[in-house]
T-cell receptor, first 115, second 111 residues
Framework: GAVVSQHPSRVICKSGTSVKIECRSL??????MFWYRQFPKQSLMLMATSNEGSKATYEQGVEKDKFLINHASLTLSTLTVTSAHPEDSSFYIC???????????FGSGTRLTVV | DQQVKQNSPSLSVQEGRISILNCDYTNSMFDYFLWYKKYPAEGPTFLISISSIKDKNEDGRFTVFLNKSAKHLSLHIVPSQPGDSAVYFCAAFQGAQKLVFGQGTRLTINP
């Protein structure tokens, strides 16, 4: 089946630095990928839709200059959290569209802690 | 506006009994629904789905029921096992590739 690999699984960074999270579709091409954020005990919040070769579409309230998304190839999308602050600490999950039967295949998530 | 709602944030069931997770939606244009299972610190995984032209879909211990008139779907797990303890999200298609998720229900199976 389709596999989405997300890296790193966890990262700790200092306030003010930037962190890049990678999301790869391993055995299929993904023209569209999605980035989610999950706060403790809360639902998945869609942050943005990543489209290969074009600009990402951000959900309302998500700062596009803070959460930079690049989808340069059909198998790779990256999320860069710029000038990270402690309130950016969260669990970030990417997903790729894998057809109507299964909807999305999700990556394993990245736990970001900003200290 | 929450178009997909899971009104029970948590559910506790004894091992071996039936677990019933509920989901309500407001958009009558939704035509395909899915359930995902999520363990802590992991991404969600697909569990089961149902098309709006059906009212039931079964896969092993998991059955999803759809009541279109009530805009309600439910996931039944029987018998419940300890490994079923997780957060369950229902989701519905909105547009070609966009899924709308409910808030999730944390299921705990007690031995």
């Amino acid at each position: 089946g389709a596999v989405v690999s997300q890296h790193p699984s966890r990262v700790i960074c200092k306030s003010g630095t930037s962190v890049k999270i990678e999301c790869r579709s391993l055995d299929f091409q993904a023209t569209t990928m999605f980035w989610y954020r999950q706060f403790p005990k809360q639902s998945l919040m869609l942050m943005a839709t990543s489209n290969e070769g074009s600009k990402a579409t951000y959900e309302q309230g998500v700062e596009k200059d803070k959460f930079l998304i690049n989808h340069a190839s059909l198998t790779l999308s990256t999320l860069t959290v710029t000038s990270a602050h402690p309130e950016d600490s969260s669990f970030y999950i990417c997903s790729a569209w894998t057809g109507r039967s299964y909807g999305y295949t999700f990556g394993s998530g990245t736990r970001l802690t900003v200290v | 506006d929450q178009q997909v709602k899971q009104n029970s944030p948590s559910l506790s069931v004894q091992e071996g009994r039936i677990s019933i997770l509920n989901c309500d939606y407001t958009n009558s244009m939704f035509d395909y629904f899915l359930w995902y299972k999520k363990y802590p610190a992991e991404g969600p995984t697909f569990l089961i789905s149902i098309s709006s032209i059906k009212d039931k879909n079964e896969d092993g211990r998991f059955t999803v029921f759809l009541n279109k008139s009530a805009k309600h779907l439910s996931l039944h797990i029987v018998p419940s096992q300890p490994g079923d303890s997780a957060v369950y999200f229902c989701a519905a298609f909105q547009g070609a590739q966009k899924l709308v998720f409910g808030q999730g229900t944390r299921l705990t199976i007690n031995p």
